[in-house]
């Protein structure tokens, strides 16, 4: 085949391939060079952990005492009962949590969890084996995990800054 007609077959192939991936780096400015590539979307990711710490505190926050609490008996109409005994109650900060989740791909889903594995402090810092093992983990029910790990807000956000994706850059404090 003639060089000419295959440019990655010419010597200065490399000066191409350099100069392409060069220009591509270049066109992007510094604060947007990252060492990792994600599948999901810094800011959804962000906005899972901000939701997360929503639904936490509402689970864990201040309970009151026996002492604040009526001692009379809610009185519910009874068609209102029966209209919501199979329904339960509406959380709209879980509600959105799980929309969010549900509209995850599954790549998006395994990067979710390796970001939280991250930032918990397991594979020493290793993106690269939290994201493989997330990839063999073959039954993601994240919702549930999200719900059962009180700190997954904070893992998500340290481990989002360890790998070059700043809360500031997305809004987050």
Not at 1 to 27: F, Y
Request: charged share 30%.
């Amino acid at each position: 085949m003639s060089s000419r007609l295959c440019p990655r077959r010419s010597s200065a192939s490399g000066r191409r391939s350099t100069w392409l991936a060069s220009e591509r780096i270049g066109k992007a400015d510094a604060m947007t060079q990252r060492p990792f590539d994600l599948t999901i979307d810094p800011a959804v990711a962000y906005r899972i952990a901000e939701l997360a710490r929503e639904f936490t505190a509402e689970d864990y926050g201040p309970q009151p005492d026996d002492d604040d609490r009526e001692s009379d008996p809610v009185q519910y109409d009874e068609a209102e009962l029966d209209e919501d005994a199979n329904a339960g109650p509406v959380d709209p900060v879980h509600a959105e949590l799980t929309g969010v989740i549900e509209a995850l791909d599954i790549d998006e889903l395994r990067d979710l969890l390796a970001l939280i594995w991250l930032g918990r402090g397991d594979f020493d810092g290793r993106w690269d084996a939290a994201r493989r093992q997330a990839r063999e983990t073959e039954s993601l029910h994240l919702i549930s995990y999200l719900e059962q790990t009180p700190l997954a807000d904070e893992y998500l956000s340290q481990a989002l800054d360890q790998l070059g994706y700043p809360a500031e850059e997305y809004g987050q404090q």
